[in-house]
């Protein structure tokens, strides 16, 4: 099955590039950088269903990123709430990263983005008087749950958190480097946990999505 789904992988990604081409020029400059720098950006899969789902939920006006890397999930984002007035709240903790997403973004000539630099579990902390519609994880795997915690406080009813990578290179279900045996238990019992407290699901796209609705 694990094969199968690579195989299917590379076939989407072969049907995005040809009928998905990005809007804006600092995307794919983006993914070259990515390639060429290995930096982590989300895929090209996840980058189709994430702006699916904010394209098709008209009420996602006001978005929050935990982990904004060089921009790229950032902007995707913001494009589908320009027309609506939108904002982006996006937090990074690496100022190298910080400052290359700041050029990113201007690059892009989209509105309503504010970039914080810190540590997102001090800094959504200090975002209390703010409400999102919909929020979007992908930073330090170990600080999952308290990523979730701290900003499920800030989601609208009907809102959703879009977890990224939550299967963490595949080694929730495969065997992992001893090093990394912390992260992978506290992912796994971040899943158990939202599992039994949310309305939570787990997809199998890319890395792994993990989906919360706020009733």
């Given at each position: 099955?694990?094969?199968?789904?690579?195989?299917?992988?590379?076939y989407?990604?072969?049907?995005i590039?040809?009928?998905?081409?990005?809007?804006?020029?600092?995307?794919?400059?983006?993914?070259?950088?990515?390639?060429?720098?290995?930096v982590?950006i989300?895929?090209?899969?996840?980058?189709?269903?994430l702006?699916?789902?904010?394209?098709t939920?008209?009420?996602?006006?006001?978005?929050?990123?935990?982990?904004t890397?060089?921009?790229?999930s950032?902007?995707?984002m913001?494009?589908e709430?320009?027309?609506r007035?939108?904002?982006?709240?996006?937090?990074?903790?690496d100022e190298?990263?910080?400052?290359?997403?700041?050029?990113?973004?201007?690059?892009?000539?989209?509105?309503?983005?504010?970039?914080?630099?810190?540590?997102?579990?001090?800094?959504?902390?200090?975002?209390?008087?703010?409400?999102?519609?919909?929020?979007?994880?992908d930073?330090?795997?170990?600080q999952?749950?308290t990523f979730f915690?701290?900003?499920?406080?800030?989601?609208?009813?009907?809102?959703?958190?879009?977890?990224?990578?939550?299967l963490?290179?595949?080694?929730?279900?495969?065997e992992?480097?001893?090093?990394?045996?912390?992260i992978v238990?506290?992912?796994?019992?971040?899943?158990?946990f939202?599992?039994?407290n949310y309305e939570?699901?787990?997809l199998?796209?890319s890395?792994?999505?993990g989906?919360?609705?706020?009733?």
């Amino acid at each position: 099955m694990l094969e199968e789904l690579k195989e299917v992988n590379l076939y989407i990604h072969k049907k995005i590039d040809t009928h998905k081409k990005n809007n804006l020029e600092i995307l794919n400059e983006l993914e070259l950088d990515a390639t060429k720098n290995f930096v982590p950006i989300i895929s090209k899969d996840v980058r189709e269903y994430l702006k699916f789902l904010i394209k098709t939920n008209k009420d996602i006006k006001n978005i929050l990123e935990v982990g904004t890397a060089t921009g790229y999930s950032g902007i995707v984002m913001a494009e589908e709430i320009q027309e609506r007035n939108g904002s982006l709240i996006t937090i990074e903790i690496d100022e190298e990263r910080f400052k290359k997403a700041k050029e990113s973004f201007e690059k892009s000539n989209l509105n309503g983005i504010k970039q914080i630099f810190g540590d997102a579990t001090v800094e959504i902390k200090k975002l209390e008087e703010n409400k999102f519609d919909f929020i979007f994880i992908d930073a330090a795997k170990g600080q999952y749950k308290t990523f979730f915690e701290d900003s499920y406080k800030l989601l609208n009813e009907g809102g959703i958190i879009f977890i990224d990578n939550i299967l963490f290179r595949g080694y929730m279900y495969k065997e992992f480097p001893k090093r990394y045996k912390t992260i992978v238990r506290k992912l796994d019992e971040f899943i158990d946990f939202l599992y039994e407290n949310y309305e939570f699901t787990l997809l199998p796209i890319s890395d792994g999505v993990g989906l919360v609705y706020k009733k």
